[in-house]
């Protein structure tokens, strides 16, 4: 049962660099959404999508992109890291509320 | 003021004791309401959703008091398995977008 799968599971980054974050679902879910969680701070929500080729920004979507070409993959763009964006980054899924499955998050160092 | 807030704790409980803790917000228009849970270094599972009159979960019942805009989370009897940080989370009406709170993070003390 892979459920949602993140990939990398760490990762470091210099200022600048940009990466993908990888998130995919085998549960046909339409819903998916990125979350950084900081101390002090909760899960925020980065960005989101109801469906294939349909996004929308969250409360936090400033310098990161994303896309949904399929109903399973939903990557994280980091354009252009900096050190505020070092955090854990969840991916979530789910066919409707209330239950929101996540990955096991992706820790992220931006030096 | 955060939509959603939490006291971030920690609450040091006895293994065997009762605790409870509150989650407020600050949108009347608030539809829905739920608890996570997070393990250390793990991601939030769903723990129960929170109805207008109340659930009850075996040791864990969770209420919701739309006048003064809080939901709650009572854990009875508690184990030290219950040790863990909890979220709530709320969604406006209309929409499937879920707002966390802070988390409060519980220990229990054998």
């Known amino acids: 049962n892979a459920g949602v799968t993140q990939t990398p599971k760490f990762q470091v980054l210099k200022t600048g660099q940009s990466m993908t974050l990888q998130c995919a679902q085998d549960m046909n879910h339409e819903y998916m959404s990125w979350y950084r969680q900081d101390p002090g701070m909760g899960l925020r929500l980065i960005h989101y999508?109801?469906?294939?080729?349909?996004?929308d920004q969250g409360e936090v979507p400033n310098g990161y992109n994303v896309s949904r070409s399929t109903t399973e993959d939903f990557p994280l763009r980091l354009l252009s890291a900096a050190p505020s964006q070092t955090s854990v980054y969840f991916c979530a899924s789910s066919s409707g509320l209330p239950n929101q499955y996540f990955g096991a998050g992706t820790r992220l160092s931006v030096l | 003021r955060k939509e959603v807030e939490q006291d971030p704790g920690p609450f040091n409980v006895p293994e065997g004791a009762t605790v409870a803790f509150n989650c407020t917000y600050s949108?009347?228009?608030?539809?829905?309401f739920f608890w996570y849970r997070q393990d250390c270094r793990k991601e939030p599972k769903l723990l129960m959703s929170v109805y207008s009159s109340g659930n009850e979960d075996g040791r864990f019942t969770a209420q919701l008091n739309r006048a003064s805009q809080y939901i709650s989370l009572l854990i009875r009897d508690s184990k030290l398995s219950d040790s863990a940080t909890y979220l709530c989370a709320v969604t406006n009406f209309g929409n499937e977008k879920l707002t966390f709170g802070t988390g409060t993070r519980l220990t229990i003390i054998p």
């Open positions: 999508s109801v469906g294939a080729g349909i996004t």
């Open positions: 949108n009347s228009a608030s539809q829905s």
